[in-house]
């Protein structure tokens, strides 16, 4: 506190310290009368300090003694802060609120009479610091910082102390600061005091910190803090993200660990090369461009401090890595010929770890002296090897670099290679931070060739980083371990002695350099001499040796070593040295010694591999190939022969069910029990337990298949030993033992429980087995997709996989495929490992078999741009294989896979090794023939030719030639190919798919710089894999993905397989997918379709209309010649249907070029709907113009009669009037007798003048026939023989009946009925009933309208039949097509008399002017009498002329409401769904009758079921009842405007109003024009009082009619419909009406101009009446397995001569019947035949088929499951 009081009037010498002492109390009487006064009115109050604090001051004022009252005001004020009070209470004063650490000068006044003021100056107490925090700690270094407390802070003290010691003190004017140079990982607490100008110092803050370990600090230096305990994880740097495609520059320490996995997973030679942008760069960029000299500049190089040793990285990664991560580094790092870390140290505890388990998967092959004549080699794991280590150690400083020697002595003069990091290496020269300790090994292995060997012997060689002084440990264990241990020394004070106190089973090598300064020979020779060492133990780099030299005496030394010494240890024998020294083990941890038992327990008991298999994995044997060429004979059926097809196909099916029967006989071995639970085990422990059966099972495998490679290297040197070759071919396949067998059995043992019931406990303990692999595929084990010693995919087992695979990952389960395809051993699996960093099987001993997939990962921010969720890669066994050439089916085989794994990828790597140009063409035969396939199929695969061992820099330009060349092949194998596939049209490979020769090529050098195997992969071979995975990863953002999540990837699979086992692919291939996108278009199109359906028919609706209205009152048309009103009528017709038309084109062109939906799978059928489009527009253009033109015609001949109508009533109306004013005249009132009798003699009068000629009749029949000989006229003069030999009127009358005239055409039908064992008499029968249906339905339509006959009807029911009889599938002759034609239209013509007659009855101008007779009367007798008509008036206008024209505009428009809702049903939505659910009514209702009326009279059947869909569906009738109020709605408010228009316009007279309201409603409602002539004559009503009540009657018309139509039924309602909505669905539905030719399943496909027919289900043939000639028993064969058998048809389209079925497409060619999806699929007809057996043989007057026993078994639930199948339902 610090305090200075000032007194006004006081000496200044005079001070108060304690003014309350010194004043004595007032002495006041207040009861007195006395005044008091003050001794002096110049005296201020004396203050006393009580006491400060941070933000208050506390003070009492002397008591005055006077009488009078005072009070005080207090002002204080600072440089930022002011404030005031007042009080009267003078002994404590508290000013509250004050800013801490801040001067405030008070102001004291007492006021009475007059003032008096005090001042003082008081400073508060500082506040430490606010929020102090540590912002950053390093291992040498703390920094602080904190918030600066409020007040007039001149400075910070901040001290560091530990252990209660201050360490270091610092001050400063900030609020920040950093103690440097403190020790790495110590405590250290913080205290920061607060100090004020005056020199007031504020409490401390405390706060404590700690250093970080070097270990720590390097750590987070790099960005691997949180994997210190959280390890890197595979999956992690396998994940495909924004890095993985681009090649910045590394701009910080954090981003060099991940560059460098980066390119050390691909086995890039340079990626120790790591360096972020920093000073050093940027000094030598400013160098380059500067032009003058500075020498001082190029002195100021940045310290390297700041950079990182390669060998601190490596440490780093390995200390953050998992035991995978280590592992998979350790080898790449070993294929780039660099050493892997032995020793890994933790600079943190000291102690280092023996990486075993990190050099486990180096597999080195390498050829010893003893093997050189023989070519032979020896593979095996580098850990097992019993190699010779030499370790080089320093001890000391010196000033030869270790490393750098040793890259030299393992280099020959050829090519230097950097295996250990040096100080003249990038980076190398960095202070190393966490590395010191670190043991590095590497090899030396011989290739045999004695001028390159440089030691003859493989030797391993160790390297320790740093001084043995310092890493005891690991010096003892080198020791310990090695044959020799060379120490590198210098100086005298090196500690020399240090060698002689340590216990050491190696030789020992001193290796000094004299030409350092510090070297002493003395020293040495003291040394040399405790040791015992010779000259031979002593290497000194003399000073006239240079570095040449030195080397090859190192060289020298070494070799004898290797020669001489007879210690040889393998690094897993190392284990007990370092359990002795204390030395970790890194396969100590639990989780890994757990995993060894386990595959210890399975691999320990494995002697002999084929009958270990036999014995434990019995299900994938011979039993596992015999159901595969028995799933593959069910879909071939090569082997039926003569035997009934079904019957044979039922045989299969029980032989697969006695396979699966076999299998499931079989007990779970131990083995594969012991597998199921390994696997089952969570986290590490599984990974660990499967890598070591990898590493176990290979071992077996090496050793066994290598003998046996051995034995047909030496079999084929003699051509004659064909049959030995074989049985070794097959030895090798059966020797072959890996972890996917293990798998295998796994799924054979869950695809064998699935033919159990589904209760069997045996079977639900086995329903976790596909998720435990799900989960494996996810953790990034690859799976195996082929099997490739069967050639086959259990289809169930990966389908249930890929399942729970997503179920697992859902909703992030969208994923693109990566293929690879090739030769074998041209490095496609390495191409694979190098381009993703993963680890598909590369070894020798085992080629890759059949096909794996693998799921890498893509990071979450790089999905936008692949759109996927992960990436499947598939590697795939080599094609032409020597192992599989020598079978039978190899090319098939390869055929085979090649088109799955081309179908299941978005991008194929063609891999081609260049050396064999014929094995070349072999391949790109194969490959071309999938592609192809995969273009017919619908999919959009890209591929990417891979050329390796080109190493030219000039590759690329030199091969040229060569691409050209390859283009020339690749269209000579597409021209190949498409012939074989009967695809013509094929004839050069960009046919087939978009390729460019220039991009689509990617040349790689060879995989090694150099001869193994101490040959470094090749720089150029890493970086060109990484282009081709820029490339590819940039095409497959780009492309279309044909399996956009893991489902339809599964269901890509299933399909490509199942059309793979089939002998024609493409006609056999069928897929879900496809289903479902074309299904999807066909709804759209469907839409779209009748959307231009129905506005046209609303266009027509109108028109018609119009055409009713036109030269009438009601006429909208300023047009009064009729031929004009059709031309412009003609050119808004064709605008509209243009109109439509284009829209319609427009949304398939929009359609296709939309992302989702798989649209691509469906673009083959682009055209097909393009050209319906366009036939469409031309049926219903056909259509409008001959309504159009019907209804012109039907006017003008109205147009006649109304006008006699008009001139009759214009008659009565003038006699009327001269009647009332001859009445009025006579001034007497008439009753209404006399009226009456008035009236009746005028009507006579009238009627006498009138002329009433009889309407002409029209002969129909005459009219009828003309057109029925001109649309035969082009059939030749028999067809008029014919057509004149028969009475029109005579035909008809009897129901037609087919009888051929001429002897030959009988004899013709019985030897049809022979040999077809069908009666085609009744095939012609049911083609005429058919036609004869449609013609009816039309006649009864056009009578049901009440028009007049018109000849376009006539013309109408020609093209109906001519159009039918087109798609009919039985041969007809003229005799048949002129008896039919004059059959229709001779009943036809009869019925368009009568309704021609009709009409004309109806219309006929006496009857129609005797019909309103008492109408007039009523009208006469209104007038005369002078009555309001205005009511009456407008109730009859509305009845008579409103409320008809109302109720038929709502007939007109209820069709195409009930069609829509209708549609709104999935039902109805497509004729695939269609067809589903019509088979699957049927199978609800289970009754013979419909399945036969179905199979008989198809068409009749399905009419009659729409309909009863309708009626069920408009049951309530309330969805009808509402349309009917929306139209009567609209109705009324049209009629409501009209009133309302006419009433503003200049009405004279009630004629002109209602004139004018029917202008208005001319285009929406058919005014009936007899009713309103009869209405405008006789009427004295005022128009404005009429429309007041025509609006009232317009009102309670519209209550009314919706009365009316609520009590009709609806069936009632769709007899007077104009549009029929049961035949617009009909025709929507039954689409093309073609049938298949053989079992007349009906065509599904979409639009009507599809170029191909085809059904989803076929059926028995036995069901459309077909039988055994020998014994009349139904056939049970279905075409859909006759098209894949050798068996022949006959039929009148192949002259009756014998066809195969498999080239039914040469008869039949716009047909395309696929095989069933599965056997399983046509269930719903087998279990139909099965039931009805019996009653189909007896409707058919047949025997009874003989059902296969397999059909026997389908049960109704299975037939439903079927047609779900068949039709791709979900």
Same mark, same amino acid.
């Given at each position: 506190?610090?305090?200075?009081?000032?007194?006004?009037?006081?000496?200044?010498?005079?001070?108060?310290?304690?003014?309350?002492?010194?004043?004595?109390?007032?002495?006041?009487?207040?009861?007195?009368?006395?005044?008091?006064?003050?001794?002096?009115?110049?005296?201020?109050?004396?203050?006393?300090?009580?006491?400060?604090?941070?933000?208050?001051?506390?003070?009492?004022?002397?008591?005055?003694?006077?009488?009078?009252?005072?009070?005080?005001?207090?002002?204080?004020?600072?440089?930022?802060?002011?404030?005031?009070?007042?009080?009267?209470?003078?002994?404590?004063?508290?000013?509250?609120?004050?800013?801490?650490?801040?001067?405030?000068?008070?102001?004291?006044?007492?006021?009475?009479?007059?003032?008096?003021?005090?001042?003082?100056?008081?400073?508060?107490?500082?506040?430490?610091?606010?929020?102090?925090?540590?912002?950053?700690?390093?291992?040498?270094?703390?920094?602080?910082?904190?918030?600066?407390?409020?007040?007039?802070?001149?400075?910070?003290?901040?001290?560091?102390?530990?252990?209660?010691?201050?360490?270091?003190?610092?001050?400063?004017?900030?609020?920040?600061?950093?103690?440097?140079?403190?020790?790495?990982?110590?405590?250290?607490?913080?205290?920061?005091?607060?100090?004020?100008?005056?020199?007031?110092?504020?409490?401390?803050?405390?706060?404590?910190?700690?250093?970080?370990?070097?270990?720590?600090?390097?750590?987070?230096?790099?960005?691997?803090?949180?994997?210190?305990?959280?390890?890197?994880?595979?999956?992690?740097?396998?994940?495909?993200?924004?890095?993985?495609?681009?090649?910045?520059?590394?701009?910080?320490?954090?981003?060099?660990?991940?560059?460098?996995?980066?390119?050390?997973?691909?086995?890039?030679?340079?990626?120790?090369?790591?360096?972020?942008?920093?000073?050093?760069?940027?000094?030598?960029?400013?160098?380059?461009?500067?032009?003058?000299?500075?020498?001082?500049?190029?002195?100021?190089?940045?310290?390297?401090?700041?950079?990182?040793?390669?060998?601190?990285?490596?440490?780093?990664?390995?200390?953050?890595?998992?035991?995978?991560?280590?592992?998979?580094?350790?080898?790449?790092?070993?294929?780039?010929?660099?050493?892997?870390?032995?020793?890994?140290?933790?600079?943190?505890?000291?102690?280092?770890?023996?990486?075993?388990?990190?050099?486990?998967?180096?597999?080195?092959?390498?050829?010893?002296?003893?093997?050189?004549?023989?070519?032979?080699?020896?593979?095996?794991?580098?850990?097992?090897?019993?190699?010779?280590?030499?370790?080089?150690?320093?001890?000391?400083?010196?000033?030869?670099?270790?490393?750098?020697?040793?890259?030299?002595?393992?280099?020959?003069?050829?090519?230097?290679?950097?295996?250990?990091?040096?100080?003249?290496?990038?980076?190398?020269?960095?202070?190393?931070?966490?590395?010191?300790?670190?043991?590095?090994?590497?090899?030396?292995?011989?290739?045999?060739?004695?001028?390159?060997?440089?030691?003859?012997?493989?030797?391993?060689?160790?390297?320790?980083?740093?001084?043995?002084?310092?890493?005891?440990?690991?010096?003892?264990?080198?020791?310990?371990?090695?044959?020799?241990?060379?120490?590198?020394?210098?100086?005298?004070?090196?500690?020399?002695?240090?060698?002689?106190?340590?216990?050491?089973?190696?030789?020992?090598?001193?290796?000094?350099?004299?030409?350092?300064?510090?070297?002493?020979?003395?020293?040495?020779?003291?040394?040399?001499?405790?040791?015992?060492?010779?000259?031979?133990?002593?290497?000194?780099?003399?000073?006239?040796?240079?570095?040449?030299?030195?080397?090859?005496?190192?060289?020298?030394?070494?070799?004898?070593?290797?020669?001489?010494?007879?210690?040889?240890?393998?690094?897993?024998?190392?284990?007990?040295?370092?359990?002795?020294?204390?030395?970790?083990?890194?396969?100590?941890?639990?989780?890994?010694?757990?995993?060894?038992?386990?595959?210890?327990?399975?691999?320990?008991?494995?002697?002999?591999?084929?009958?270990?298999?036999?014995?434990?994995?019995?299900?994938?044997?011979?039993?596992?190939?015999?159901?595969?060429?028995?799933?593959?004979?069910?879909?071939?059926?090569?082997?039926?022969?003569?035997?009934?097809?079904?019957?044979?196909?039922?045989?299969?099916?029980?032989?697969?069910?006695?396979?699966?029967?076999?299998?499931?006989?079989?007990?779970?071995?131990?083995?594969?029990?012991?597998?199921?639970?390994?696997?089952?085990?969570?986290?590490?422990?599984?990974?660990?337990?499967?890598?070591?059966?990898?590493?176990?099972?290979?071992?077996?495998?090496?050793?066994?298949?290598?003998?046996?490679?051995?034995?047909?290297?030496?079999?084929?040197?003699?051509?004659?030993?064909?049959?030995?070759?074989?049985?070794?071919?097959?030895?090798?396949?059966?020797?072959?033992?890996?972890?996917?067998?293990?798998?295998?059995?796994?799924?054979?043992?869950?695809?064998?429980?699935?033919?159990?019931?589904?209760?069997?406990?045996?079977?639900?303990?086995?329903?976790?087995?596909?998720?435990?692999?799900?989960?494996?595929?996810?953790?990034?084990?690859?799976?195996?997709?082929?099997?490739?010693?069967?050639?086959?995919?259990?289809?169930?087992?990966?389908?249930?996989?890929?399942?729970?695979?997503?179920?697992?990952?859902?909703?992030?389960?969208?994923?693109?495929?990566?293929?690879?395809?090739?030769?074998?051993?041209?490095?496609?699996?390495?191409?694979?490992?190098?381009?993703?960093?993963?680890?598909?099987?590369?070894?020798?001993?085992?080629?890759?078999?059949?096909?794996?997939?693998?799921?890498?990962?893509?990071?979450?921010?790089?999905?936008?741009?692949?759109?996927?969720?992960?990436?499947?890669?598939?590697?795939?066994?080599?094609?032409?294989?020597?192992?599989?050439?020598?079978?039978?089916?190899?090319?098939?085989?390869?055929?085979?896979?090649?088109?799955?794994?081309?179908?299941?990828?978005?991008?194929?790597?063609?891999?081609?090794?260049?050396?064999?140009?014929?094995?070349?063409?072999?391949?790109?035969?194969?490959?071309?023939?999938?592609?192809?396939?995969?273009?017919?199929?619908?999919?959009?695969?890209?591929?990417?030719?891979?050329?390796?061992?080109?190493?030219?820099?000039?590759?690329?330009?030199?091969?040229?030639?060569?691409?050209?060349?390859?283009?020339?092949?690749?269209?000579?194998?597409?021209?190949?190919?498409?012939?074989?596939?009967?695809?013509?049209?094929?004839?050069?490979?960009?046919?087939?798919?978009?390729?460019?020769?220039?991009?689509?090529?990617?040349?790689?050098?060879?995989?090694?710089?150099?001869?193994?195997?101490?040959?470094?992969?090749?720089?150029?071979?890493?970086?060109?894999?990484?282009?081709?995975?820029?490339?590819?990863?940039?095409?497959?953002?780009?492309?279309?993905?044909?399996?956009?999540?893991?489902?339809?990837?599964?269901?890509?699979?299933?399909?490509?397989?199942?059309?793979?086992?089939?002998?024609?692919?493409?006609?056999?291939?069928?897929?879900?997918?496809?289903?479902?996108?074309?299904?999807?278009?066909?709804?759209?199109?469907?839409?779209?379709?009748?959307?231009?359906?129905?506005?046209?028919?609303?266009?027509?609706?109108?028109?018609?209309?119009?055409?009713?209205?036109?030269?009438?009152?009601?006429?909208?048309?300023?047009?009064?010649?009729?031929?004009?009103?059709?031309?412009?009528?003609?050119?808004?017709?064709?605008?509209?249907?243009?109109?439509?038309?284009?829209?319609?084109?427009?949304?398939?062109?929009?359609?296709?070029?939309?992302?989702?939906?798989?649209?691509?799978?469906?673009?083959?059928?682009?055209?097909?709907?393009?050209?319906?489009?366009?036939?469409?527009?031309?049926?219903?253009?056909?259509?409008?113009?001959?309504?159009?033109?019907?209804?012109?015609?039907?006017?003008?001949?109205?147009?006649?009669?109304?006008?006699?109508?008009?001139?009759?009533?214009?008659?009565?109306?003038?006699?009327?009037?001269?009647?009332?004013?001859?009445?009025?005249?006579?001034?007497?009132?008439?009753?209404?007798?006399?009226?009456?009798?008035?009236?009746?003699?005028?009507?006579?009068?009238?009627?006498?003048?009138?002329?009433?000629?009889?309407?002409?009749?029209?002969?129909?029949?005459?009219?009828?026939?003309?057109?029925?000989?001109?649309?035969?006229?082009?059939?030749?003069?028999?067809?008029?023989?014919?057509?004149?030999?028969?009475?029109?009127?005579?035909?008809?009358?009897?129901?037609?009946?087919?009888?051929?005239?001429?002897?030959?055409?009988?004899?013709?039908?019985?030897?049809?009925?022979?040999?077809?064992?069908?009666?085609?008499?009744?095939?012609?029968?049911?083609?005429?009933?058919?036609?004869?249906?449609?013609?009816?339905?039309?006649?009864?339509?056009?009578?049901?309208?009440?028009?007049?006959?018109?000849?376009?009807?006539?013309?109408?029911?020609?093209? @109906? +039949? &001519? =159009? /039918? *009889?087109?798609?009919?599938?039985?041969? $007809?002759?003229?005799? !048949?097509?002129? #008896?039919?034609?004059?059959?229709?239209?001779?009943?036809?013509?009869?019925?368009?008399?009568?309704?021609?007659?009709?009409?004309?009855?109806?219309?006929?101008?006496?009857?129609?002017?005797?019909?309103?007779?008492?109408?007039?009367?009523?009208?006469?007798?209104?007038?005369?009498?002078?009555?309001?008509?205005?009511?009456?008036?407008?109730?009859?206008?509305?009845?008579?002329?409103?409320?008809?024209?109302?109720?038929?505009?709502?007939?007109?428009?209820?069709?195409?409401? @009930? +069609? &829509? =809702? /209708? *549609?709104?049903?999935?039902?109805?939505? $497509?004729?695939?769904? !269609?067809?589903? #659910?019509?088979?699957?009514?049927?199978?609800?209702?289970?009754?013979?009758?419909?399945?036969?009326?179905?199979?008989?009279?198809?068409?009749?059947?399905?009419?009659?079921?729409?309909?009863?869909?309708?009626?069920?569906?408009?049951?309530?009738?309330?969805?009808?009842?509402?349309?009917?109020?929306?139209?009567?709605?609209?109705?009324?408010?049209?009629?409501?405007?009209?009133?309302?228009?006419?009433?503003?316009?200049?009405?004279?007279?009630?004629?002109?109003?209602?004139?004018? +309201?029917?202008?208005? *409603?001319?285009?929406?409602?058919?005014?009936?024009?007899?009713?309103?002539?009869?209405?405008?004559?006789?009427?004295?009503?005022?128009?404005?009082?009429?429309?007041?009540?025509?609006?009232?009657?317009?009102?309670?018309?519209?209550?009314?009619?919706?009365?009316?139509?609520?009590?009709?039924?609806?069936?009632?309602?769709?007899?007077?419909?104009?549009?029929?909505?049961?035949?617009?669905?009909?025709?929507?539905?039954?689409?093309?009406?073609?049938?298949?030719?053989?079992?007349?399943?009906?065509?599904?496909?979409?639009?009507?101009?599809?170029?191909?027919?085809?059904?989803?289900?076929?059926?028995?043939?036995?069901?459309?009446?077909?039988?055994?000639?020998?014994?009349?028993?139904?056939?049970?064969?279905?075409?859909?397995?006759?098209?894949?058998?050798?068996?022949?048809?006959?039929?009148?389209?192949?002259?009756?001569?014998?066809?195969?079925?498999?080239?039914?497409?040469?008869?039949?060619?716009?047909?395309?019947?696929?095989?069933?999806?599965?056997?399983?699929?046509?269930?719903?007809?087998?279990?139909?035949?099965?039931?009805?057996?019996?009653?189909?043989?007896?409707?058919?007057?047949?025997?009874?088929?003989?059902?296969?026993?397999?059909?026997?078994?389908?049960?109704?639930?299975?037939?439903?499951?079927?047609?779900?199948?068949?039709?791709?339902?979900?």
């Amino acid at each position: 506190m610090n305090v200075s009081t000032t007194m006004a009037n006081l000496k200044e010498e005079e001070e108060f310290f304690d003014a309350a002492g010194a004043f004595t109390e007032p002495d006041c009487n207040p009861e007195g009368g006395s005044t008091v006064s003050l001794q002096s009115n110049n005296v201020s109050p004396p203050v006393a300090i009580h006491w400060v604090g941070t933000n208050i001051v506390s003070f009492g004022l002397a008591p005055i003694v006077s009488p009078v009252r005072y009070k005080f005001l207090i002002n204080y004020t600072s440089d930022t802060h002011s404030g005031s009070m007042e009080t009267r209470d003078c002994s404590t004063v508290e000013i509250v609120g004050l800013k801490p650490g801040t001067e405030y000068s008070f102001s004291i006044t007492r006021i009475a009479e007059t003032e008096e003021i005090a001042t003082l100056s008081v400073v508060t107490d500082p506040v430490p610091p606010m929020a102090i925090q540590v912002s950053e700690v390093s291992n040498e270094s703390l920094s602080l910082q904190w918030d600066k407390p409020s007040g007039e802070v001149e400075s910070f003290i901040v001290t560091c102390c530990s252990d209660g010691e201050r360490v270091q003190e610092l001050k400063t004017e900030t609020n920040s600061v950093t103690f440097n140079s403190l020790r790495p990982g110590v405590s250290y607490s913080l205290h920061v005091s607060t100090q004020l100008r005056n020199g007031t110092i504020s409490k401390p803050a405390v706060t404590s910190a700690k250093t970080m370990t070097d270990l720590e600090f390097q750590l987070e230096d790099l960005g691997l803090k949180k994997y210190k305990r959280e390890k890197i994880s595979l999956s992690k740097i396998l994940e495909i993200d924004e890095k993985t495609i681009t090649d910045q520059p590394v701009k910080c320490k954090s981003e060099i660990p991940w560059y460098f996995l980066k390119k050390q997973m691909m086995v890039n030679v340079t990626a120790r090369n790591v360096k972020f942008t920093s000073g050093c760069d940027l000094v030598c960029k400013d160098a380059v461009g500067t032009a003058k000299l500075d020498l001082r500049n190029l002195l100021n190089i940045p310290d390297t401090d700041d950079t990182l040793n390669p060998l601190d990285l490596i440490t780093a990664l390995f200390l953050c890595s998992d035991g995978f991560v280590q592992q998979e580094l350790a080898l790449k790092l070993s294929m780039c010929q660099f050493s892997v870390p032995l020793l890994l140290p933790n600079c943190d505890t000291q102690q280092c770890t023996l990486m075993l388990w990190a050099m486990r998967d180096i597999v080195k092959r390498y050829r010893p002296p003893a093997l050189s004549e023989s070519k032979g080699f020896i593979e095996e794991r580098i850990v097992n090897s019993e190699l010779p280590m030499i370790s080089f150690v320093r001890l000391g400083e010196c000033s030869l670099s270790k490393s750098e020697i040793l890259n030299k002595l393992l280099s020959n003069s050829q090519q230097y290679h950097d295996t250990f990091v040096h100080r003249d290496m990038e980076c190398g020269d960095s202070p190393r931070r966490i590395s010191n300790g670190l043991t590095e090994m590497t090899w030396y292995l011989p290739c045999g060739n004695k001028n390159i060997d440089i030691f003859s012997e493989p030797v391993a060689i160790a390297n320790l980083r740093g001084d043995i002084a310092s890493f005891e440990t690991q010096f003892s264990f080198l020791c310990q371990t090695s044959a020799a241990v060379f120490v590198f020394f210098e100086s005298e004070h090196s500690g020399l002695e240090f060698l002689t106190q340590q216990n050491c089973k190696a030789q020992i090598f001193l290796v000094g350099n004299v030409r350092s300064k510090t070297f002493s020979l003395d020293a040495l020779e003291e040394v040399a001499t405790k040791l015992c060492l010779t000259n031979n133990n002593i290497i000194l780099k003399t000073k006239s040796m240079n570095d040449a030299d030195f080397v090859k005496c190192l060289r020298k030394t070494v070799n004898d070593v290797v020669h001489s010494q007879h210690i040889k240890i393998s690094v897993e024998n190392m284990v007990s040295v370092a359990h002795e020294l204390g030395v970790l083990v890194e396969e100590d941890a639990p989780d890994c010694q757990a995993g060894k038992i386990n595959a210890d327990a399975i691999t320990a008991e494995i002697e002999n591999i084929p009958q270990y298999k036999e014995e434990h994995l019995p299900l994938q044997g011979q039993i596992w190939r015999e159901l595969t060429c028995l799933e593959k004979e069910e879909f071939r059926l090569q082997k039926v022969g003569s035997q009934n097809i079904e019957h044979y196909r039922s045989n299969l099916h029980e032989q697969k069910t006695e396979l699966r029967k076999r299998q499931n006989s079989y007990a779970m071995s131990p083995a594969m029990r012991c597998f199921i639970n390994a696997i089952s085990t969570k986290g590490m422990e599984r990974c660990y337990f499967l890598k070591w059966m990898q590493m176990n099972l290979d071992n077996l495998s090496r050793i066994k298949l290598s003998g046996l490679r051995e034995l047909y290297k030496e079999k084929s040197k003699d051509s004659e030993n064909k049959e030995e070759i074989k049985e070794i071919d097959r030895q090798l396949s059966s020797s072959s033992l890996g972890v996917e067998h293990f798998f295998r059995e796994m799924g054979q043992i869950y695809e064998a429980s699935l033919y159990l019931p589904e209760t069997d406990p045996s079977r639900q303990q086995l329903q976790h087995l596909p998720k435990l692999c799900a989960q494996l595929l996810l953790d990034g084990f690859p799976l195996e997709l082929v099997d490739g010693d069967a050639s086959n995919i259990p289809l169930r087992w990966v389908s249930d996989v890929l399942s729970q695979l997503n179920d697992l990952v859902s909703p992030k389960n969208k994923i693109l495929v990566v293929t690879v395809l090739g030769v074998q051993s041209t490095g496609k699996s390495t191409l694979l490992n190098t381009m993703f960093g993963v680890q598909f099987a590369v070894s020798s001993g085992r080629c890759t078999r059949g096909a794996f997939m693998l799921l890498i990962k893509v990071n979450e921010d790089f999905k936008k741009v692949l759109n996927c969720d992960f990436m499947m890669i598939i590697d795939t066994e080599g094609l032409k294989s020597p192992e599989l050439a020598q079978l039978d089916n190899s090319h098939e085989h390869d055929n085979e896979l090649a088109t799955l794994v081309v179908g299941l990828s978005d991008i194929t790597i063609i891999n081609i090794a260049m050396e064999n140009s014929t094995e070349m063409k072999d391949i790109l035969q194969i490959v071309v023939h999938a592609f192809l396939r995969m273009k017919e199929v619908g999919k959009k695969p890209q591929c990417q030719f891979v050329h390796q061992n080109v190493s030219d820099v000039s590759a690329h330009e030199k091969n040229l030639r060569d691409r050209k060349l390859l283009l020339e092949q690749l269209n000579e194998m597409t021209q190949a190919a498409a012939k074989m596939e009967k695809k013509e049209e094929y004839k050069s490979f960009t046919d087939v798919m978009e390729y460019n020769p220039d991009t689509g090529n990617c040349y790689i050098p060879g995989l090694w710089n150099g001869n193994p195997p101490m040959a470094p992969v090749n720089a150029g071979y890493s970086e060109t894999v990484y282009e081709l995975k820029k490339n590819i990863i940039q095409q497959l953002g780009k492309c279309e993905s044909t399996s956009n999540n893991i489902l339809e990837f599964t269901e890509w699979i299933t399909s490509l397989w199942n059309a793979v086992k089939h002998e024609n692919f493409i006609f056999s291939f069928r897929n879900s997918l496809v289903a479902d996108a074309y299904m999807r278009l066909c709804t759209e199109y469907n839409q779209w379709e009748w959307e231009f359906k129905k506005e046209m028919y609303k266009w027509v609706t109108t028109a018609e209309t119009r055409i009713s209205n036109f030269g009438t009152a009601a006429a909208k048309s300023e047009i009064s010649d009729m031929n004009e009103f059709i031309i412009v009528l003609k050119s808004e017709a064709t605008t509209e249907l243009t109109k439509w038309e284009t829209k319609l084109l427009e949304n398939l062109k929009n359609y296709f070029e939309q992302s989702e939906g798989h649209v691509y799978l469906v673009e083959g059928y682009r055209e097909d709907f393009a050209n319906s489009t366009k036939s469409l527009r031309r049926e219903i253009e056909n259509s409008v113009v001959n309504q159009v033109i019907a209804a012109v015609d039907i006017r003008r001949g109205m147009a006649e009669l109304d006008k006699i109508k008009e001139n009759h009533t214009k008659k009565l109306e003038n006699q009327v009037h001269q009647l009332i004013e001859k009445c009025r005249r006579k001034s007497i009132q008439m009753t209404e007798e006399e009226l009456d009798d008035e009236f009746a003699k005028i009507w006579s009068e009238t009627e006498n003048e009138l002329s009433f000629s009889k309407l002409s009749v029209k002969d129909i029949s005459s009219s009828v026939l003309h057109h029925l000989a001109a649309n035969l006229s082009m059939k030749g003069g028999y067809a008029r023989e014919l057509l004149n030999a028969k009475k029109l009127q005579d035909c008809g009358r009897e129901p037609f009946k087919y009888n051929p005239e001429a002897f030959m055409d009988r004899a013709r039908h019985k030897v049809k009925k022979f040999l077809f064992r069908k009666d085609y008499l009744l095939e012609i029968q049911k083609l005429a009933d058919n036609i004869i249906d449609a013609c009816t339905q039309f006649v009864t339509e056009k009578i049901e309208k009440k028009t007049n006959y018109h000849d376009t009807y006539t013309e109408e029911i020609l093209h @109906i +039949i &001519d =159009e /039918m *009889l087109k798609m009919k599938t039985v041969n $007809t002759n003229v005799d !048949f097509e002129v #008896s039919l034609k004059q059959h229709i239209c001779g009943f036809a013509a009869r019925e368009f008399q009568t309704m021609h007659e009709h009409f004309l009855h109806e219309n006929d101008p006496a009857t129609c002017f005797d019909q309103n007779k008492e109408k007039f009367c009523a009208d006469f007798k209104d007038v005369f009498q002078k009555k309001d008509q205005c009511e009456k008036k407008a109730q009859e206008f509305t009845d008579k002329c409103l409320k008809p024209a109302v109720e038929d505009y709502v007939n007109r428009s209820l069709g195409p409401d @009930i +069609i &829509d =809702e /209708m *549609l709104t049903n999935q039902k109805f939505s $497509t004729r695939i769904f !269609f067809q589903y #659910s019509i088979l699957l009514d049927l199978l609800l209702k289970d009754k013979f009758e419909r399945y036969l009326r179905f199979i008989l009279s198809y068409e009749k059947y399905v009419k009659d079921w729409i309909l009863n869909e309708m009626l069920e569906h408009f049951s309530n009738e309330a969805t009808t009842n509402a349309f009917e109020e929306q139209h009567i709605k609209s109705s009324i408010i049209w009629i409501t405007d009209a009133v309302d228009k006419a009433k503003q316009k200049d009405c004279v007279n009630l004629r002109k109003f209602v004139e004018d +309201i029917c202008k208005e *409603l001319g285009d929406k409602l058919i005014i009936p024009q007899d009713a309103l002539g009869a209405f405008m004559i006789l009427n004295n009503a005022d128009w404005e009082q009429f429309a007041l009540s025509l609006k009232e009657s317009v009102t309670e018309m519209g209550h009314s009619l919706t009365k009316i139509f609520k009590k009709k039924q609806f069936f009632e309602k769709l007899q007077s419909l104009h549009l029929k909505p049961q035949n617009e669905l009909f025709t929507k539905l039954i689409g093309c009406g073609r049938q298949c030719p053989f079992c007349k399943s009906p065509c599904e496909a979409g639009g009507k101009e599809h170029t191909e027919h085809w059904a989803s289900l076929h059926r028995p043939t036995g069901l459309g009446s077909y039988r055994f000639v020998s014994s009349s028993k139904l056939v049970t064969n279905i075409c859909s397995s006759l098209v894949i058998t050798d068996r022949n048809f006959r039929c009148h389209e192949t002259n009756y001569t014998s066809h195969p079925y498999k080239l039914y497409k040469k008869i039949f060619r716009a047909w395309k019947i696929v095989p069933d999806v599965s056997l399983e699929a046509s269930n719903y007809w087998k279990y139909v035949m099965t039931k009805y057996n019996d009653d189909f043989a007896k409707a058919y007057k047949a025997k009874s088929a003989k059902i296969p026993e397999a059909w026997k078994n389908v049960t109704y639930k299975q037939a439903a499951e079927s047609l779900k199948e068949s039709f791709s339902i979900k």
